[in-house]
T-cell receptor
Framework: GAVVSQHPSWVICKSGTSVKIECRSLDFQATTMFWYRQFPKQSLMLMATSNEGSKATYEQGVEKDKFLINHASLTLSTLTVTSAHPEDSSFYIC??????????????FGDGTRLSIL | DAKTTQPNSMESNEEEPVHLPCNHSTISGTDYIHWYRQLPSQGPEYVIHGLTSNVNNRMASLAIAEDRKSSTLILHRATLRDAAVYYCILRMNYGGSQGNLIFGKGTKLSVKP
């Protein structure tokens, strides 16, 4: 089945550091990728939608200068948390939509990146 | 996006069937009903989806009410590996455009041996 790979799985870093998370579609091409954030015991919250070759669309309340998204190819999107602070500690999950996808087919998710800012 | 309502938690015994309910009284004609589940410390996993008719796949069955205002995810024989949070999501599909997956709180399913 379709696989979405996220890297790294977890990262611990000091406050003020910028952290880059990669999301790759391994066996399909994705024109659209999604970034979610999940705090402990809460549901996933959609942060932004990234489209290959164009600017990402951010959900209300998500700072685009804080969470930089780049979708430079059909198989790779990156999320950079700039100048991370402890309140940015969370579980970040990406998802990808297959370019060949007909209406309402499943969306594929990565296994998430656990980010801890000290 | 139309909202869904699910119980916060449910318990099941291993190897027994589980019926997970979802209410979506404001569903529109272009909304598909999707179910995903999330195991601890993992990303969500697709389970099943449907529009009007009941659906079966290797993981589960989806029973959709005739008026589409509710649905039930059926796990025929729960295993310990089925312990997860199950999300019922309405996803718009109209004119070739698909809505985003917006997650609610879901139902946390516990499976007892």
């Amino acid at each position: 089945g379709a696989v979405v790979s996220q890297h790294p799985s977890w990262v611990i870093c000091k406050s003020g550091t910028s952290v880059k998370i990669e999301c790759r579609s391994l066996d399909f091409q994705a024109t659209t990728m999604f970034w979610y954030r999940q705090f402990p015991k809460q549901s996933l919250m959609l942060m932004a939608t990234s489209n290959e070759g164009s600017k990402a669309t951010y959900e209300q309340g998500v700072e685009k200068d804080k969470f930089l998204i780049n979708h430079a190819s059909l198989t790779l999107s990156t999320l950079t948390v700039t100048s991370a602070h402890p309140e940015d500690s969370s579980f970040y999950i990406c998802s990808a939509r297959d370019i060949r996808q007909v209406s309402n087919q499943p969306q594929h998710f990565g296994d998430g990146t656990r980010l801890s800012i000290l | 996006d139309a909202k869904t309502t699910q119980p916060n938690s449910m318990e099941s015994n291993e190897e027994e069937p589980v019926h997970l309910p979802c209410n979506h009284s404001t569903i529109s004609g272009t909304d598909y009903i999707h179910w995903y589940r999330q195991l601890p410390s993992q990303g969500p996993e697709y389970v099943i989806h449907g529009l009007t008719s009941n659906v079966n796949n290797r993981m589960a069955s989806l029973a959709i009410a005739e008026d589409r205002k509710s649905s039930t995810l059926i796990l025929h024989r729960a295993t310990l590996r089925d312990a997860a949070v199950y999300y019922c999501i309405l996803r718009m599909n109209y004119g070739g455009s698909q809505g985003n997956l917006i997650f609610g709180k879901g139902t946390k399913l516990s499976v007892k041996p």
